[in-house]
């Protein structure tokens, strides 16, 4: 069992970036697919971006990709999203999930381990 911890969210401007973070305990994260999906009020919780195992399979949302980034240090147990050119469509809260499959999965019932979510605020 692994658990997930968000940071790093926050009210910022349009165009400007963000760095989100999430620390994994329990069991090494190198074991996990690691992605970060989003909520926004009223919407279903959606994908954002999922890195495999060794990070040598990488998936995106085609409305994040080219502005987001996710990376993983396996050695620090933690995942990180890139965001730039922030929009205000991408406020929303944003989970971090880990699954021990070794596809790399874009779907919410996929993920078996969530954190408790990071508020991403975007606007003027």
Same mark, same amino acid.
Do not use: H
């Given at each position: ?7 790093? #969210?926050?009210?910022? $401007?349009?165009?400007?970036?963000? %760095?989100?973070?999430? *620390? /994994?305990? +329990? @069991? ?6 690691? #992605?970060?999906?989003? $909520?926004?009020?009223?919407?279903? %919780?959606?994908?954002? *971006? /999922?890195? +495999? @195992? ?20 396996? *050695? ?24 021990? *499959? ?23």
């Amino acid at each position: 069992q692994v658990q997930l911890v968000e940071s790093g #969210g926050g009210l910022v $401007q349009p165009g400007t970036s963000l %760095r989100l973070s999430c *620390a /994994a305990s +329990g @069991r090494t994260m190198s074991m996990y697919t690691m #992605g970060w999906f989003r $909520q926004a009020p009223g919407k279903e %919780r959606e994908f954002v *971006a /999922a890195k +495999g @195992r060794n990070g040598a399979i990488t998936r995106y949302a085609d409305s994040v990709k080219d502005r987001f980034t996710i990376t993983r240090d396996n *050695a620090k147990n933690t995942v990180y999203l890139q965001m730039n050119s922030l929009k205000p469509e991408d406020t929303a809260v944003y989970y971090c999930a880990a699954d021990g *499959a070794m596809a790399v999965p874009t779907t919410v019932p996929a993920y078996k381990y969530w954190g408790q979510g990071t508020q991403v605020t975007v606007s003027s």
